[in-house]
């Protein structure tokens, strides 16, 4: 039997994916808990609505960044597959580097409103505001980051594999796998 470490490579360049995923399950249980005590202790926990607001534009924000990584990001492919090569490899190249001005364009309006909310708090739990903004100006030049790398990895790519989508859950990959672990039980390896 194969020992398989952590992969910290794949780690990194998911942990967006997996901290968007922590807080999908934060929110559907802070969203389990408000609906358990209203209906069955006739007692509701405001908090929570604000904290499950909070948390869901910062899964968002994270979301946005996963797709860069998959190349899941919002493009429109209709005229990409009627072009030459070098064509496709233009364009999207060209579509990273607009998202890319984007993305660095949203930061400076975002750290604006950060300085203009000064030390005010949330209503109920008292956060610092600026402390929950933060984190999309980060998430914005990570997913600046992810482009240049895309960027980068397309320059590179060859015809068959330009531009191609990683998918988020390869059920061939897993499918291979799976025939090779029978076969190999079977003893009809090559």
Known sequence: MEKKGINWKKVLENVDQYVSAVIF??????????????????HSFTWTEELSVLLFVWMTYLGVSSAVTYRKNLRIDALLDVVPFK??????????LVFMVFNIYLIFPFLELIESIGTSKTPLLGIPKAITYWLI????????VKLVIDIVKLAHEDEKRLGASKPSVDLDAYERE????VAREKGEVK
């Open 25 to 42: 399950i934060g929110i559907m249980v802070l969203l389990f808990v408000q609906v358990v005590s209203r209906y069955l202790f006739h």
């Open 87 to 96: 064509v496709k490899k233009v364009l999207l190249i060209v579509s990273d």
């Open 137 to 144: 100006p980060v998430i914005l030049v990570i997913s600046c």
């Open 178 to 181: 799976y025939k090779e672990r």
